[in-house]
């Protein structure tokens, strides 16, 4: 069993910056892919980013790319997403997740998630 727990989210004016970190704990993560979803009120699921651990091979949605960075420590087997001229759009409950193999944009790919961290922007 893989076990997520995201920490970091809070309130910040439109503009600001946020890093969330997800200490992992359970397996060791060379042969795994960890992402970000993030849900907002009455919106669907939406993919944010991945990062191959080996490797460090990273994927974003367009909605983040240029603002959002995904980085892992490997000493501390935690990531890293970190958030900059986050925008009132960017509020949403954000969740690590972690699956076997190569990322995906699909949360369904993943096998174990985090319970989660609000994230709210303020304009």
């Known amino acids: 069993q893989v076990q997520l727990v995201e920490s970091g989210g809070g309130l910040v004016q439109a503009g600001g910056s946020l890093r969330l970190s997800c200490a992992v704990s359970?397996?060791?993560?060379?042969?795994?892919?960890m992402g970000w979803f993030r849900q907002a009120p009455g919106k669907e699921r939406e993919f944010v980013g991945f990062?191959?651990?080996?490797?460090?091979?990273?994927y974003y949605a367009d909605s983040v790319k240029g603002r959002f960075t995904i980085s892992r420590d490997n000493a501390k087997n935690t990531v890293y997403l970190q958030m900059n001229s986050l925008k009132p759009e960017d509020t949403a409950v954000y969740y690590c997740?972690?699956?076997w193999g190569i990322g995906s944009t699909s949360h369904r790919e993943y096998d174990y998630w985090g319970q989660g961290t609000q994230v709210t922007v303020s304009s």
């Open positions: 359970g397996r060791t993560l060379s042969n795994y892919a």
């Open positions: 990062i191959r651990w080996s490797g460090g091979i990273t």
């Open positions: 997740v972690a699956r």
